[in-house]
């Protein structure tokens, strides 16, 4: 069986793969954010407006999976090279933390430049 590849490489070809959708799932959340921002602009206390709703759930359910991949990332990733255990999950948590406000502040600079 000479074709079947080491476990190392099938390490690095996991890790590959799961950082491009720990990638893919980070830019819908921004993009998630960007559009609820761009129709629901500002910040509103108390409830939210009935559209908002859904894209707030959305952003949720985006939120929670970067988490998720962020932690088999990490996973793996320690199995490679314990020296960076935990990187992908605190990338994930600051990151997506952010992605709101993020958007919230480019939607601004946007609305005055084309205003």
Not at 41 to 68: A, D, K, Q, Y
Request: proline share 3%; charged share 20%.
């Amino acid at each position: 069986m000479d074709n079947e590849p080491t476990p190392k490489l099938q390490l690095e070809e996991t890790l590959m793969l799961l950082k491009k959708i720990w990638v893919l799932f980070l830019v819908g959340l921004y993009t998630a954010c960007l559009y609820n921002e761009y129709i629901f602009p500002g910040i509103r206390e108390g409830e939210p407006l009935e559209g908002e709703v859904i894209w707030l759930n959305i952003e949720r359910v985006l939120f929670f999976g970067l988490m998720g991949l962020g932690l088999l990332t990490d996973i793996v990733h320690i199995r490679i090279d314990r020296s960076k255990a935990f990187l992908f999950l605190f990338a994930s948590l600051i990151l997506g933390g952010l992605c709101s406000m993020i958007a919230m502040g480019q939607m601004k600079v946007l609305r005055m430049v084309f205003s």
